[in-house]
């Protein structure tokens, strides 16, 4: 994701996509605490020293790395169902590469449900089921669980959340031909006026949340130990212990 985001044409084009959409919906952050989970820090950097704080949250099986890379460090190694933020503290929350590889997608949203304040909103960047981005794997946008607007809508509503607002984004192919990357910012604005949205490669669904929710994640004796990572891991982190007696892990 790294690679994708920050070394490749491909994936500055797709960040400036999403990023956009995301900006002129949050325009005014100024004492505001946003938090990221997944990997979306690529959408985080504009609100860096306009809102009150910046929080990447990035899960375990997919490693954590300094970011800013030329400042001090925003980013935090978490697991899927549990987050080191207290209860009501963030006032944004986008998700992106986070809903649709999880192992546990409705314990993530009651994670979100919880640090989420009442009068917050969150924004799930999901890959859209029935688009190009879904369907090809060299992009972030080709692993995981792709949705459809009404699978995604009906998920949230499961998990504790009103959907208040739905757009979608990337309405170019995922191609780094020449002829597309020049063009994709035109066709970003023609999807976006002319309401293309079943193309778009991924859905953002904007949500509050529903106070009257029960939990639907896991149980407290369900959740696994957080295993240390020490920068950023090839294959995965390893724990920095383990009795003779814990099971084996795959």
């Given amino acids: 994701?790294?690679?994708?985001?920050?070394?490749?044409?491909?994936?500055?084009?797709?960040?400036?996509?999403?990023?956009?959409?995301?900006?002129?919906?949050?325009?005014?952050?100024?004492?505001?605490?946003?938090?990221?989970?997944?990997?979306?820090?690529?959408?985080?950097?504009p609100f860096l020293g306009k809102a009150e704080a910046v929080i990447g949250l990035m899960p375990a099986p997919q490693g954590?790395?300094?970011?800013?890379?030329?400042?001090?460090?925003?980013?935090?190694?978490?697991?899927?169902?549990r987050w080191p933020l207290a209860n009501d503290s963030v006032d944004r929350l986008v998700m992106?590469?986070?809903?649709?590889?999880?192992?546990?997608?409705?314990?993530?949203?009651?994670?979100?449900?919880?640090?989420?304040?009442?009068?917050g909103r969150a924004v799930i960047v999901v890959p859209n089921r029935g688009a190009l981005w879904a369907r090809s794997d060299r992009t972030p946008f080709g692993y995981g669980q792709p949705y459809s607007r009404g699978q995604i809508t009906k998920l949230l509503g499961e998990g504790g959340f009103i959907t208040t607002d739905q757009t979608s984004a990337l309405f170019f192919p995922p191609s780094e031909r020449r002829i597309w990357m020049r063009s994709a910012r035109g066709l970003e604005r023609l999807g976006s006026r002319w309401g293309f949205?079943?193309?778009?490669?991924?859905?953002?669904?904007?949500?509050m949340r529903r106070d009257t929710a029960a939990p639907r994640g896991l149980r407290t004796a369900d959740r696994p130990p957080l295993r240390v990572l020490e920068g950023i891991p090839l294959s995965g982190a390893q724990p920095a212990w383990r009795d003779r007696s814990d099971p084996p892990r795959r």
Avoid at 64 to 81: G, I, Q, R, T, Y
Avoid at 104 to 113: C, F, K, S, T, Y
Avoid at 197 to 207: K, Q, W
């Fill in 64 to 81: 954590v790395m300094h970011w800013p890379a030329e400042s001090d460090n925003h980013s935090v190694l978490c697991d899927e169902v």
């Fill in 197 to 207: 949205e079943r193309v778009g490669g991924v859905l953002m669904i904007e949500a």
């Fill in 96 to 119: 992106m590469h986070g809903l649709e590889n999880g192992d546990h997608p409705l314990a993530l949203l009651d994670e979100a449900h919880r640090v989420l304040s009442p009068q």
């Fill in 1 to 45: 994701m790294r690679d994708f985001y920050y070394r490749s044409e491909l994936g500055r084009a797709a960040q400036k996509g999403v990023r956009d959409k995301l900006t002129a919906r949050w325009s005014d952050v100024r004492g505001l605490t946003i938090a990221g989970y997944g990997f979306a820090v690529p959408l985080l950097r």
